[in-house]
């Protein structure tokens, strides 16, 4: 995008010295008329009266003066026409890379209204969106706008309607002389529709709403306007698709999660409960740390599926450790294929790690084991210490008569303290301490 900008900006101004040379050269011709007559005059000079001498000289000065004028407001109209669009086009450019990062539907909506807005100096615009056989104002600015945010119109009805039904522009100086408007929204707002430009949010499998904009503020909207604002709502349609995509991704990634988390729980119920217990805890410590928004979010799916590699093990059927921790390898394997669950197998996989490099499955070391790993495994041992019932297996245990090493509040902070450096990170079991409290545990 960056270069493209430069390249226009470096037209634009090829444009404006080619103006400036012109007007140079149309200077040039008009001086050198005004010496070749004023040589002409002093040849003819006795043979003039001075009436006829003066009327002659004075017209000369005024075409001379005028030619001037002209030359000079014609290049700087010029040079003027060529610095808005160019201001439009930056915008334009701006604003279509801008709605390109924004994550959030509504966000986006009113984004590009306001920047359609700006961009062409309208009143008011909105945003309608098909929905079956119905057209839905998704977003609209302008006064008594809220009045028609959420309202829904027939998808034949209006200038709309038919800018939809047709997947074509329309731009209209008087909308009272055209049939296609449909005076029913000004009579729900009291807005007076009088000039409107709207255009079509069109993606390869069809028309999805529209762009509408009313009133511009100076005059009438104009073909540039037209130009710009079809290029931009293109984009828009394009952006406003994959804000969707991202969104029903983001709600089938609930949806599985949920479902996930139940299998587990009705799998093992034993744990039921636990995987969400080690998220809050790590995000206490996430708090603290102050981790970003989106390593929060990573880390708190990592802790809700970080047990998931048990779908995949009979817990009644394990008859030694080796198989019982084979279930980090598991849920790593389980989730690696699956893309929005990509970027936390590797976290849950090391889970198991100690610090001391005596943990499973790689033996990692230190800081070599993901922060996240490290905070998972102190919320998994802290709360199967104060909730016996998350270790308590199903069948044969893992080992004859293990159970939790400590119980109760205190005796689980004392046990993270005593493995502080060795199986804990030193550091993130400080942060937790100091960040832990009894009231907090009986909440979760």
Same mark, same amino acid.
């Given at each position: ?16 010295? #080619? ?5 140079? %050269? ?8 005004? @010496?070749?007559?004023?040589? +002409? ?18 017209? $000369? /000065? ?7 004028? $002209? ?17 439009? @086009? ?21 984004? !590009? ?8 100096? /309208? ?46 522009? !329309? ?16 009579? %729900? *707002? ?5 000039? $409107? ?12 709403? /529209? ?9 009438? +909207? ?6 710009? !604002? ?12 994959? *804000?969707? &995509? ?5 709600? &089938? ?84 294929? !699956? ?7 590797? @976290? %849950? @996989? ?26 998972? /495994?102190?919320?998994?041992? +802290? ?10 297996? $199903? ?27 060795? #199986? ?15 009231? +907090?545990?009986?909440?979760?």
């Amino acid at each position: 995008m960056t270069d493209k900008t430069g390249r226009k900006k470096a037209v634009v101004e090829n444009i404006k010295h #080619q103006i400036r040379v012109l007007n140079g %050269i149309i200077l040039l011709i008009v001086y050198a008329l005004l @010496l070749l007559i004023v040589r +002409f005059l002093y040849v003819f000079l006795d043979y003039m009266s001075t009436p006829s001498l003066v009327t002659i000289l004075s017209i $000369v /000065a005024g075409l001379v003066v005028t030619g001037m004028y $002209v030359a000079n407001a014609a290049s700087k109209s010029a040079i003027k026409t060529i610095d808005e669009y160019t201001n439009k @086009l930056n915008s334009l450019l701006n604003t279509t890379r801008d709605i390109r990062e924004i994550v959030y539907g509504d966000v986006l909506l009113e984004s !590009i209204v306001e920047s359609s807005l700006k961009i062409t100096g /309208a009143d008011a615009g909105s945003i309608m969106l098909a929905d079956g056989d119905r057209l839905v104002f998704k977003v609209a600015k302008g006064r008594e706008s809220t009045k028609i945010e959420g309202l829904s119109i027939p998808k034949s009805q209006g200038l709309v309607g038919w800018v939809v039904d047709n997947g074509s522009a !329309i731009r209209i100086d008087n909308v009272k002389s055209d049939s296609r408007f449909d005076s029913e929204i000004d009579k %729900i *707002t009291g807005y007076d529709t009088k000039t $409107v430009l709207c255009v079509p949010l069109r993606l390869n499998s069809g028309t999805i709403g /529209a762009l509408e904009l009313i009133n511009k503020e100076k005059g009438v +909207f104009s073909s540039e306007d037209e130009d710009l !604002i079809t290029y931009f709502a293109d984009q828009a349609a394009i952006a406003i698709a994959m *804000t969707k &995509f991202r969104e029903d991704q983001k709600n &089938f990634e609930i949806h599985l999660t949920d479902v996930l988390l139940d299998a587990m729980d009705t799998h093992i119920h034993e744990k039921s409960g636990h995987s969400k217990r080690v998220a809050k805890y790590c995000l206490l410590m996430a708090r603290a740390i102050n981790m970003s928004e989106d390593e929060k979010k990573k880390l708190y799916h990592a802790c809700l599926l970080h047990d998931i590699g048990f779908l995949k093990i009979k817990v009644k059927d394990v008859r030694s450790k080796d198989e019982y921790k084979a279930h980090s390898q598991l849920a790593y394997e389980m989730l690696r294929p !699956i893309n929005f669950y990509s970027d936390i197998g590797p @976290l %849950i @996989l090391h889970h198991h790690e100690r610090y001391d490099g005596n943990g499973y499955p790689a033996g990692l070391q230190g800081e070599a084991i993901p922060l996240e790993s490290r905070m998972i /495994a102190i919320a998994e041992a +802290f709360d199967a210490m104060v909730s016996r019932d998350s270790y308590k297996y $199903v069948g044969r245990p893992v080992e004859d008569n293990k159970a939790p090493s400590a119980q109760g509040f205190r005796s689980a902070i004392e046990e993270l303290k005593n493995n502080s450096g060795t #199986q804990f990170d030193a550091e993130l079991v400080d942060m937790f301490v100091s960040n832990i409290d009894e009231a +907090f545990v009986e909440e979760v």
